[in-house]
């Protein structure tokens, strides 16, 4: 079971699809993520690039994001993406089910410039940093952006430039959150 964390829909129980394709950011994880970042969360263009239920999303919803956009490939997540904001009568988060490179570029044609990504592809795509640069390249991250990044593996912060990264760990989750430095 997931649910909304804090907010306008706090305690709100989510759908979540199956596990197999899947994993849920739990109640913990995005419970210190959220109060990591809650005073940049309002008014801010949030996107969810491998959505999955949604709950990260409509967590960021319900803390007051201006807008909130939810990509997954796998059609399952979008009903259950779907299933969820009807249960909470949400009707302008943006969803769209493509991959993530054709989404990437369908927010650029639209000039959709976001605030706050989150990244937490599923388990069988490997995570490669060269998605960051893809954000960039398709010019769809705003100046003073924010990038947060959720695995089951520790990463070289070394390796990400350009960012002033912090680093939260929940049992065997990580959360990297990555501030732009300009």
């Known amino acids: 079971m997931i649910r909304v ?5 706090r305690h709100r129980v989510l759908n979540q699809p199956s596990l197999d394709i899947t994993r849920c950011s739990k109640d913990s994880v995005k419970e210190g993520m959220f109060s990591s970042i ?14 999955g239920s949604g709950s990260v999303g409509i967590e960021a919803y319900s803390r007051n994001a201006k807008k909130v956009y939810l990509n997954d490939l796998n059609k399952e997540p ?4 779907k299933e969820n904001l009807n249960k909470l009568d949400i009707k ?5 089910n493509l991959d993530y490179l054709k989404a990437l570029e369908y927010y650029n044609q639209n000039n959709i ?24 390249s398709y010019n769809v991250l705003n100046d003073n952006h924010m990038i947060i990044i959720e695995r089951d593996s520790k990463i070289d912060d070394e390796s990400i430039l350009d960012y ?3 680093q939260l760990k929940y ?10 430095l300009l």
Do not use: C, H, Q
């Not at 990504?117 to 069988?124: G, W």
């Open 5 to 9: 964390i804090g907010g306008k829909y």
């Open 78 to 81: 979008i009903k259950i993406i």
């Open 38 to 51: 809650s005073l940049e969360i309002e008014n801010k263009v949030f996107l969810d690039l491998f959505a």
């Open 113 to 136: 410039k976001f605030d706050i990504v989150f990244l937490d592809p599923p388990y069988k795509m490997e995570f490669d940093f060269k998605v960051i640069d893809l954000l960039k």
């Open 164 to 166: 002033k990264v912090k």
């Open 171 to 180: 049992g065997k989750t990580y959360i990297y959150i990555l501030r732009s």
């Open 92 to 96: 302008d988060i943006v969803v769209t």
